[in-house]
Every structure is written in structure tokens, then in C-alpha cells.
T-cell receptor, first 112, second 114 residues
């Protein structure tokens, strides 16, 4: 069965600091992996996705994630946090079945 | 204009009432989904539909029913609402042929059951 673990329900960084949000997955077959962002009072918006092409995936707003099969990880990073990055971030996995399994989310706070 | 719309955006109701949440999409996608979001639990799948005649239960379907009235419309019903169904509900769509499982979400409906 597939599963997703997001380490840290809350992450706080200073503006300009590195953002690192962790995601580990469990899948019996090569997965598709996604990061979604949810801004306050809004729906989820796709940040980026991995679908077995390049292992380093670049997304919107300067975010990127690296697929590491040996570590079963798909951590999300951004070199320099901006105040507008404050949101909740969800990692999700699928096996090409159109059914996504979501992690429990990580709330990112950015301090000036 | 939004591609995936949900109505109502907010609803307060009482225990035992029947409630319908509606979702419409203009993306032309064949697949539609209903999720609920609870703090600390992420999103959990309630029902999904791969086309008008194909409806499937998700992880937490008890207490819910759905109707796919057309390719563009997918409604979620709570036959007899209870307080633990208080949550944020999201509709999503995907296009199996083109989008490699990518789902596109509506803005959500915040439901409170008193």
C-alpha cells in the first residue's frame, strides 16, 4: 500500500532563509509524486510533480524537489524564503491510478 | 474564471439535516473526486468518478453519497449530517490521458454541523 509521511507539521524560517520541507513515501511500484500548496482560504494548487523523468523537478515560485529512490524521499526546497510562501504544503503519491494519497501537511511560517 | 467551482463556499447546518455540496468544472476532464480535509489529517478521499457511469468509494465513504449528473458536475450528499462531518470539503478533477494523475482543486466548501 502507498503512504506518505511528512516530517514536521510546522516549520518556521526567517525571510531569506532556506526552506526544506520533508516528504518520504512508500510505494511498491515507481510512484508519481506531487507537492501541492494551500494558501489560506483557498484550494490546493500544484507546485510540482515527479513522473519518472528528471529526478530534480522545478516548480512554480522558485520551489524544487529531488526524487531520491534510495532514500524514498521527495523533499521540497527553496533557497530563499519569502513572506508570501507562508502556507500549508502537502506531499502526495500515486501509482498511475489517478488516486492520490496525501500526507498530513506541513504549515510553513516565514518571519521577517 | 475558476475552472473548478464549488457551491456553497460555506454552510452551517444542524445534525440530521440532508446536505448537498455541488462541484462543476469547465476543464473538460473526465475524472472527478471528493475529499475532506481535517486539521492534522491531510486530505482523505470520499468518492471518485472516472466517468459518468463509473463511481467508486474512497477511503471514508460511510455517511456520504454522490451523483455524477454530467461529465462536468459531481455532487456530494450527506444524507443525515452529524457533527464529526464538520470539515473542509474539496472537489478535484483530472484528465487521465494528458495529466499523469495531476489533480486540480476547487476552492473548497467549509461545512459546519451543529
Amino acid at each position: 500500500a502507498q503512504s506518505v509521511t511528512q516530517l514536521g507539521s510546522h516549520v518556521s524560517v526567517s525571510e531569506g532563509a532556506l526552506v526544506l520541507l520533508r516528504c518520504n513515501y512508500s510505494s511498491s511500484v515507481p510512484p508519481y509524486l506531487f507537492w501541492y500548496v494551500q494558501y489560506p482560504n483557498q484550494g490546493l494548487q500544484l507546485l510540482l510533480k515527479y513522473t519518472s523523468a528528471a529526478t530534480l523537478v522545478k516548480g512554480i515560485n522558485g520551489f524544487e524537489a529531488e526524487f531520491k529512490k534510495s532514500e524514498t524521499s521527495f523533499h521540497l526546497t527553496k533557497p530563499s524564503a519569502h513572506m508570501s510562501d507562508a502556507a500549508e504544503y502537502f506531499c502526495a503519491v500515486s501509482q498511475g491510478t489517478d488516486k492520490l494519497i496525501f500526507g498530513t501537511g506541513t504549515r510553513l511560517q516565514v518571519f521577517p | 474564471d475558476a475552472d473548478v467551482t464549488q457551491t456553497p463556499r460555506n454552510r452551517i447546518t444542524k445534525t440530521g439535516k440532508r446536505i448537498m455540496l455541488e462541484c462543476s468544472q469547465t476543464k473538460g476532464h473526465d475524472r472527478m473526486y471528493w475529499y475532506r480535509q481535517d486539521p492534522g489529517l491531510g486530505l482523505r478521499l470520499i468518492y471518485y468518478s472516472f466517468d459518468v457511469k463509473d463511481i467508486n468509494k474512497g477511503e471514508i465513504s460511510d455517511g456520504y453519497s454522490v451523483s455524477r449528473q454530467a461529465q462536468a458536475k459531481f455532487s456530494l450528499s450527506l444524507e443525515s449530517a452529524i457533527p464529526n462531518q464538520t470539515a473542509l470539503y474539496f472537489c478535484a478533477t483530472s484528465d487521465r490521458v494528458r495529466n499523469t494523475d495531476t489533480q486540480y482543486f476547487g476552492p473548497g466548501t467549509r461545512l459546519t454541523v451543529l
